[in-house]
């Protein structure tokens, strides 16, 4: 097993390259409400064709999207820890692990203008952060056929390539939990220049990643990048009486760290929410509602009431980069004057 995150051709964050790379990130791309309001209703959302959202362990690569998300209870589950090889007939890895427990797997599309290094680093990054235990990591032809990573073990034909344009980790996750989460990242590079990555996080019945474990210096990094960001596992009930309630209001935490990160971020607070059978009015007075929930939430955690506008939207701006677009929660920086 490798005990380092990269193999020694891999572009560090201090190279050159990648430092010419993630300049891109800081481009302005921030949505002002105005801009929000604007977006055209009968836009259509990714989540029409695609469910899901980023577990909480990894945050999705800038500007990528899902294509693929599926989440099964499994039995008897394969982490792979070595280079594949094709024995009597059969493709198994030199080393692995059997695993039982909830599998997540997502399969994300990179922006064409960057390389597999790139998104190598950005995630290696949060798992360096965390202090994740690598256990196994190859690059290009040392991890073997791509067909075989493809078809075999993941069971997508999207992710085939060159071998020369693929990197493979295994990782355990340092989360504190009974029994902390496996992870498994694959990333390539096809014929056609397009780039994907796939993730599979594997926890334990009795250790179940909780919603609200989100990396907030991240998230806050993408709010001022970018301009706005989507919030996870923001989930609501119905109360008695027909008023909504939050799930669990200490999910917001790590929202409430994020803004004290720094003090003098300003965001707009704006809930999105569709519903084909339902009146604009209604979802906007109910989107509305759920603004100034979670608002009302952050106030008594003891953010400042001047820091937050909150807005309800509805269904006027349903597309994202996100797959699942149409109920959301974002953030929008209010820049200064």
Same mark, same amino acid.
């Given at each position: 097993?490798?005990?380092?995150?990269?193999?020694?051709?891999?572009?560090?964050?201090?190279?050159?390259?990648?430092? +010419?790379?993630?300049?891109?990130?800081?481009?302005?791309?921030?949505?002002?409400?105005?801009?929000?309001?604007?977006?055209?209703?009968?836009?259509?959302?990714?989540?029409?064709?695609?469910?899901?959202?980023?577990?909480?362990?990894?945050?999705?690569?800038?500007?990528?999207?899902?294509?693929?998300?599926?989440?099964?209870?499994?039995?008897?589950?394969?982490?792979?820890?070595?280079?594949?090889?094709?024995?009597?007939?059969?493709?198994?890895?030199?080393?692995?692990?059997?695993?039982?427990?909830?599998?997540?797997?997502?399969?994300?599309?990179?922006?064409?203008?960057?390389?597999?290094?790139?998104?190598?680093?950005?995630?290696?990054?949060?798992?360096?952060?965390?202090?994740?235990?690598?256990?196994?990591?190859?690059?290009?032809?040392?991890?073997? +056929?791509?067909?075989?990573?493809?078809?075999?073990?993941?069971?997508?034909?999207?992710?085939?390539?060159?071998?020369?344009?693929?990197?493979?980790?295994?990782?355990?996750?340092?989360?504190?939990?009974?029994?902390?989460?496996?992870?498994?990242?694959?990333?390539?590079?096809?014929?056609?220049?397009?780039?994907?990555?796939?993730?599979?996080?594997?926890?334990?019945?009795?250790?179940?990643?909780?919603?609200?474990?989100?990396?907030?210096?991240?998230?806050?990094?993408?709010?001022?990048?970018?301009?706005?960001?989507?919030?996870?596992?923001?989930?609501?009930?119905?109360?008695?009486?027909?008023?909504?309630?939050?799930?669990?209001?200490?999910?917001?935490?790590?929202?409430?760290?994020?803004?004290?990160?720094?003090?003098?971020?300003?965001?707009?607070?704006?809930?999105?929410? +569709?519903?084909?059978?339902?009146?604009?009015?209604?979802?906007?007075?109910?989107?509305?509602?759920?603004?100034?929930?979670?608002?009302?939430?952050?106030?008594?955690?003891?953010?400042?009431?001047?820091?937050?506008?909150?807005?309800?939207?509805?269904?006027?701006?349903?597309?994202?980069?996100? +797959?699942?677009?149409?109920?959301?929660?974002?953030?929008?920086?209010?820049?200064?004057?």
């Amino acid at each position: 097993m490798q005990s380092s995150f990269f193999p020694q051709h891999c572009v560090t964050s201090d190279s050159p390259q990648f430092t +010419s790379s993630f300049a891109k990130f800081s481009a302005s791309l921030g949505l002002l409400l105005l801009a929000l309001l604007s977006t055209p209703a009968h836009a259509q959302s990714a989540g029409e064709q695609t469910a899901g959202a980023d577990h909480p362990l990894l945050m999705r690569f800038p500007d990528s999207e899902i294509v693929e998300y599926d989440r099964t209870n499994e039995l008897n589950h394969q982490l792979v820890l070595g280079t594949l090889q094709r024995t009597r007939g059969e493709v198994v890895p030199e080393s692995a692990e059997r695993l039982k427990g909830r599998v997540t797997r997502i399969v994300y599309a990179i922006p064409s203008d960057y390389q597999v290094s790139d998104v190598r680093e950005f995630f290696a990054q949060q798992l360096r952060e965390r202090g994740d235990s690598i256990l196994f990591s190859c690059e290009g032809r040392a991890c073997g +056929s791509s067909n075989y990573w493809a078809n075999d073990i993941f069971k997508r034909r999207i992710l085939y390539g060159p071998e020369r344009n693929q990197y493979y980790l295994a990782a355990r996750s340092n989360t504190a939990l009974e029994n902390d989460p496996f992870l498994a990242l694959y990333l390539i590079t096809r014929a056609n220049k397009r780039l994907y990555a796939y993730v599979e996080i594997i926890e334990s019945e009795i250790a179940v990643v909780p919603q609200a474990l989100v990396n907030e210096g991240l998230l806050a990094a993408t709010l001022r990048e970018k301009g706005s960001v989507v919030l996870p596992w923001v989930q609501f009930n119905t109360a008695d009486g027909g008023e909504e309630e939050l799930d669990d209001p200490s999910a917001l935490d790590y929202l409430v760290r994020l803004l004290r990160t720094d003090p003098e971020i300003r965001v707009y607070l704006v809930s999105h929410l +569709s519903g084909p059978e339902r009146s604009l009015e209604s979802l906007l007075e109910q989107s509305e509602k759920r603004a100034q929930l979670i608002k009302a939430v952050l106030l008594e955690k003891g953010i400042e009431s001047g820091r937050i506008e909150a807005a309800g939207v509805g269904p006027l701006a349903p597309s994202c980069a996100l +797959s699942d677009c149409s109920d959301r929660i974002e953030l929008v920086l209010i820049q200064s004057e």
